[in-house]
């Protein structure tokens, strides 16, 4: 059930495509729809031609939907943007991406570290948070 170089590449109606590489996939008999994936490496080719790069050890794929959970040593690139993090919900349903747990995101100008942030591709709005009200965001950078 071990499938070395796993490639899956897919298309979404709006013109963006998903590429998803990995050293090695397992499938399990009771749940064909979902492959676990390690040494990750996905790429989302949005319609304007910008990628995102999302890198992790392992990763939880549905070939259904293409939702993809991407767990420890989880990276996104997105331009001059870093996030770091120990998972990554990569959910096509809702043109979502949420980043949980020990997040650090880092651009030219900012360093921030927060428990959660969301990213929606169709809006490009990004929203951080803490999993605690009483828990503050942390921002340091050039203003």
């Known amino acids: 059930n071990t ?4 490639k899956y590449v897919s298309k979404d109606l709006i ?3 998903y590429i998803i590489n990995a050293k090695s996939a397992e499938v399990q008999e009771d749940k064909v729809d ?3 994936l390690k040494e990750v ?3 989302i080719i949005q319609q304007n031609d910008e990628i995102i790069y999302i890198n992790s050890n392992f990763a939880d794929y549905n070939r259904n ?3 993809t959970i991407f767990k420890e040593n989880v990276r996104v690139r997105y331009g001059n943007q870093i996030i770091n993090s120990n ?3 990569l959910n096509f349903s809702k ?3 949420e980043i949980q ?3 650090y995101y880092k651009n030219k100008n900012a360093n921030i570290k927060a428990d959660k942030i969301e990213i929606n591709f169709e809006s490009k709005k990004l929203k951080i948070s803490m999993d605690k009200q009483d828990d503050k965001v942390e921002i340091s950078g050039k203003y």
């Not at 499938?3 to 796993?6: D, F, H, S, T, V």
Request: proline residues 0%; glycine residues 4%; without cysteine.
């Open 87 to 89: 998972i990554i919900n």
């Open 41 to 43: 490496l996905a790429k």
């Open 3 to 6: 499938i070395e170089n796993l």
């Open 34 to 36: 979902q492959v676990q």
């Open 65 to 67: 939907n293409n939702n």
């Open 101 to 103: 747990e020990n997040v």
């Open 15 to 17: 013109g963006n495509t």
């Open 95 to 97: 043109n979502l991406i």
